[in-house]
Nanobody, 113 residues
Framework: QLQLVESGGDLVQPGESLRLSCVAS???????MCWYLEATGKRRELVAA???????DYADAVKGRFTISKDNSKNTLYLQMNSLKPEEPAVYYC????????WGQGTQVTVTS
């Protein structure tokens, strides 16, 4: 069964860092992967993307602060988030493009002073 399980979300203060993880039940080696965030009552937004060829892309709001990466040996996708800014709580989801992998349950990140 294809499954993505996110973790690493937490309540942090502005300026702090978090690393989110997304463990897959199968290989992600040849799959384009993304991280999205969803704030309450708002549409899911693309935060970062990592192509199977290693190319990355980021939303303007996180460029220079977030890094998406993958460990194929562990079937795990990461999102390193630095210099976090105070924002409303959001749930972060990883997503595998192609339509075969279901969305995971997400992991909540709250940045507040």
């Amino acid at each position: 069964q294809l499954q993505l399980v996110e973790s690493g979300g937490d309540l942090v203060q502005p300026g702090e860092s978090l690393r989110l993880s997304c463990v897959a039940s199968g290989s992600l080696r040849w799959i384009n992967m993304c991280w999205y965030l969803e704030a309450t009552g708002k549409r899911r937004e693309l935060v970062a993307a990592l192509g199977a060829d290693g190319r990355t892309d980021y939303a303007d709001a996180v460029k220079g602060r977030f890094t998406i990466s993958k460990d194929n040996s562990k079937n795990t996708l990461y999102l390193q988030m630095n210099s976090l800014k105070p924002e409303e709580p959001a749930v972060y989801y990883c997503h595998a493009e192609g339509g075969l992998w279901p969305w995971g349950q997400g992991t909540q990140v709250t940045v507040t002073s």
